[in-house]
């Protein structure tokens, strides 16, 4: 059967995906549903088998949190303005703050990026090269953390969303019954909370970016040392080449 099925169904997807497009995409479907009930009345009179019911949500779900990362990746960039900019292009600028990158350590390694890579790269060539480089690296946290911004980032969306649906719920919706004291509470909820994610979601872009910028320098640094170990030496006196 369907639900026999299930378990193994799961067991294929990533934990990335389960953390990131599965549940945020089950609580979208929780609330669409709470908020706008009458919606679910013509599936609940047709009596569907509880296994297709399950299959039938859990698709839902998906298809929600693909929405939801489809949207997160469409207000990525408002969102990087409204905090001065994308995290990376303010890292090697030098502009990302003492807390995160400080400006002689953004010169620095930049310094090293256009030597590796060309001292007429555009700093967002400059900063690709550097993330080549840093997920190269096993134990390397740069692909931990750009996991993490992506999951915070469906997060914000998330609560954006809702910000959405609960302010039309007031119309067309379960709100509309509700007291304005519940509802005000409800709407500036999720105005507080879709606020915090998107500080937290920059903040997080802003750790990956370093994380790259520095696991970057430690491989062009490492590569430098063993170029200068391993390149053959020439005696200045004698000027033989020698190992």
Known sequence: TLVQHF????????????????????????????????????????????????????????????????????????????????????????????????????????????????????????????????ESVADSKAAAFNAQFGHLRAVFTLFLLTLGLVASSRIWGAAASWEAALYGVSLSTSFVLAGLFAWRTWQRGAYYAREVLLTAERLIDDQSIVTAHTSPKTDPQKGTVYE
Do not use: W
């Not at 609330?31 to 039938?56: K, M, N, Y």
């Not at 990376?88 to 310094?111: N, V």
């Open 7 to 134: 378990p193994s169904m799961i067991d294929r997807l990533h934990l990335y995906d389960i953390v990131v497009t599965v549940i945020p995409g089950s609580l979208l479907v929780c609330a669409v549903t709470v908020l706008f009930p009458g919606g679910t009345v013509p599936f609940r009179a047709i009596g569907l088998p509880s296994e297709f019911t399950v299959i039938a949500l859990v698709a839902a779900s998906m298809v929600a949190g693909l929405v939801v990362q489809t949207a997160g990746s469409a207000i990525e960039r408002p969102l990087f303005r409204v905090f001065g900019g994308r995290p990376s292009d303010r890292a090697l600028e030098g502009t990302l703050g003492a807390r995160y990158l400080p400006a002689d350590a953004a010169r620095r390694i930049e310094t090293k990026l256009r030597s590796r890579f060309g001292e007429t790269a555009s700093k967002h060539a400059l900063f690709l090269g550097a993330m080549n480089l840093a």
